[in-house]
């Protein structure tokens, strides 16, 4: 668990600014891993789900599909919040050449 509260010092414009991110990380076996994190973000009023897949088929190969999910999240307009913002799948392949 991560979490941080940064308070601006004046003369600047006051604000709080918090960033929490709880993360899980699972071995499923010497090769399969899986982690996932949340994170809140109040400077840009933003949670973030990101969840990510790794298979290692080969020592230093890997196969990575990795799913993100953005939400608008604010506690002063509740009717707005988990409107979606941006949602993503990536694969990622990479592969040792010993040459």
Known sequence: MNYNKIELPSPYQ??????VSPRVDLTLSRTV???????YN???NNVNINSRFQWRFKPVS???????DNYYYA????????????????IKL???LNM
């Open 42 to 44: 109040s400077q840009f």
């Open 75 to 90: 506690f002063d307009t509740p009717q707005q919040n988990f409107n979606p913002k941006s949602r993503s799948i990536v």
């Open 14 to 19: 006051s604000a709080d600014i918090y960033l």
């Open 62 to 68: 890997d196969l990575f599909i990795v799913y993100t």
């Open 33 to 39: 891993f899986f982690t996932t994190f949340f994170q």
């Open 94 to 96: 990479t592969y040792w």
